[in-house]
């Protein structure tokens, strides 16, 4: 019996055909399994599972460690695929605890990092960009029907001429940097490799971070959650910053100390932030960030955007590809060790 792949009926009904001819071109068989969150297969159906892809489709309504119905229902199975070999995520990060427990077993792993690079990289510069213009002052005066222009102190600085530290420079921290480039800001990557790159001014290694953050006016945090980003930018090195500077997250909460920033933005030692990403998720009601009037908040939502969602396809497809002709695959995540 040809073993099989897993893979959403939503998926195959919209790339079914592109699928099938991927399969029809290999050196091997494969059958394709159909999942719904009500799908129910045997422990032989189980064990024959040798691919899988978590799309997005399945994931939807997941919050961080809450995993939605059909995610739980997918899980399940996956849990006890004990011959699953290579299973794809829509996910660009691979911090979660499911996808580590899973490179843990010897499952190889392949991200879509790159399909939602456009659509977070265009939210968090458009959130720098409207915090820099004092949008969010417009924004409460037209709620309260109040002219209200900005004058004297309040007018925003120039952003011609501003710096913004881009700490992780991918395929998000790219599109960052070239729209803030645009915008004449000069552009300071940080990151281990730091040989130089385009729509960045500088590339400057992680070792040198204390020495930028005191010139910054934007410290955007576009980096993986690794053990050595882990609260990288707690409070001491958020003390080092400008309070005319602000700060803009999209990576992962847990690189921030959530607490720290929150009382440097309610102090004034912080200007304001853009924050799409939470230690805890939904963020709790109780927390200070949504009452902070000099800072925006998206409900790690920056990726949302109607095309990621068949960008995410076409990395698999692609993927599923190279895997059936055993060839090296694209955003392959690293060996736990």
């Not at 399994?33 to 799908?39: G, Y």
């Amino acid at each position: 019996m040809p073993r099989t792949l897993l893979v959403s009926a939503k998926v195959i009904a919209e790339f079914g055909s592109r699928i099938n001819d991927i399969i029809a071109a290999a050196p091997r068989a494969m059958d394709i399994v159909p999942f719904t969150p009500a799908l129910q297969l045997g422990p032989e159906q189980i064990a024959n599972i040798e691919a899988a892809y978590y799309s997005r489709d399945i994931w939807e309504g997941t919050e961080k460690s809450v995993l939605s119905p059909a995610a739980q229902a997918f899980w399940a199975i996956i849990d006890r695929a004990q011959n699953l070999e290579w299973m794809a995520v829509y996910s660009a990060g691979m911090d979660q605890k499911r996808y580590v427990d899973a490179l843990k077993r010897g499952v190889r792993l392949t991200s879509s990092a790159g399909a939602q690079s456009e659509a977070v990289g265009l939210a968090c510069a458009t959130g720098v960009l409207a915090l820099a213009r004092g949008v969010p002052h417009w924004l409460n005066a037209q709620q309260r029907r109040e002219w209200s222009p900005l004058r004297g102190r309040d007018v925003p600085p120039d952003i011609p001429g501003q710096t913004a530290v881009i700490v992780g420079t991918g395929y998000i921290g790219s599109v960052i940097a070239r729209m803030l480039q645009a915008a004449r800001m000069k552009t300071v990557g940080v990151r281990r490799n730091a040989t130089p790159a385009g729509h960045f001014d500088q590339m400057r290694p992680p070792a040198v971070l204390d020495s930028l953050l005191p010139t910054c006016d934007w410290l955007v945090i576009a980096c993986p959650l690794a053990p050595e980003t882990r609260n990288l930018i707690d409070a001491r090195r958020l003390a080092l910053m400008k309070p005319t500077a602000g700060v803009a997250n999209i990576a992962r909460g847990e690189i921030i100390d959530e607490t720290a920033l929150a009382e440097a933005l309610k102090a004034g030692r912080l200007k304001h932030a853009y924050l799409d990403v939470f230690h805890t998720e939904p963020l709790p009601v109780e927390s200070p960030l949504w009452d902070l009037p000099n800072v925006l908040i998206s409900p790690h939502n920056a990726g949302a955007s109607t095309g990621t969602y068949a960008c995410g396809v076409e990395i698999f497809m692609q993927n599923l590809h190279n895997y059936l002709k055993a060839q090296p695959l694209t955003n392959e995540a690293a060996i736990v060790p």
